[in-house]
Structure formats: structure tokens, C-alpha cells
């Protein structure tokens, strides 16, 4: 696992990464995926989400990126320069249907 941004959109967590990352090549092979989401606080509560990955790939994730973008920051100063940051970066949306959700209590 590694240290991700999540968001939510209709129902699935989603994420921006990388076409060339490890998580995005191995969602690939095997579209079973878990992680771990914190609190801001990081040192609380916390989750554990299993479930199935789609990796949507541009120029299809276009929209999506920016949504997600929207959700977790507002407005960018230039969507234009995001939207190409976005090409430059060879960026993906993974999006994870929940299979499995927990804890379902904190001790």
C-alpha cells in the first residue's frame, strides 16, 4: 500500500494515479485492491476498503480527473494547465467498487 488521496464518486472511491505506477499496473493484473484511509488527523479512526478496481485511461478519464480534482480541492487557478498536467503526466483514474468494508467498530 501506499499513502493516496481518495475520493468518492457515486458510490465508488476513486483515485488519480499514474498509468505507470505499480498500484495501476497491479490493479491490472488483478483487479482486487485494498487500502487504508485515515483521517486528516492520521492517529484515529481509520478504514479498510476492499474491493474491484477499474482503471479508466485518457483521454476517457479527462472529466473524471477533474471532478476529482474538484471534490477534494475546489477550483484550480487554470484548468488548462491541469489538463495538461494531466496528459504530461500520463494520469488514470482507478475507481474501487467496495466489496468489503471495516472495521465495523473502533476498540
Not at 495501476?24 to 482486487?32: E, I, K, Y
Not at 475507481?95 to 476498540?107: C, K, N
Request: charged content about 25%; glycine content about 8%; overall charge negative.
Amino acid at each position: 500500500m501506499s499513502p493516496i488521496t481518495v475520493g468518492v464518486q457515486d458510490g465508488r472511491v476513486v483515485i488519480s494515479s499514474r498509468e505507470t505506477a505499480a498500484k495501476v499496473r497491479n490493479a491490472l493484473r488483478d483487479p482486487h485492491v485494498s487500502l487504508c484511509a485515515f483521517t486528516d488527523g492520521f492517529f484515529g479512526q481509520w478504514i479498510q476498503v476492499d474491493g474491484t478496481a477499474e482503471i479508466v485511461h485518457l483521454p476517457e478519464a479527462m472529466d473524471l480527473l477533474v471532478a476529482y480534482y474538484r471534490d477534494i480541492s475546489g477550483e484550480h487557478p487554470d484548468w488548462d494547465e491541469y489538463r495538461d498536467a494531466m496528459v504530461s503526466d500520463r494520469r488514470v483514474i482507478m475507481r474501487i467498487t467496495p466489496t468489503r468494508v471495516g472495521p465495523t467498530r473502533h476498540g
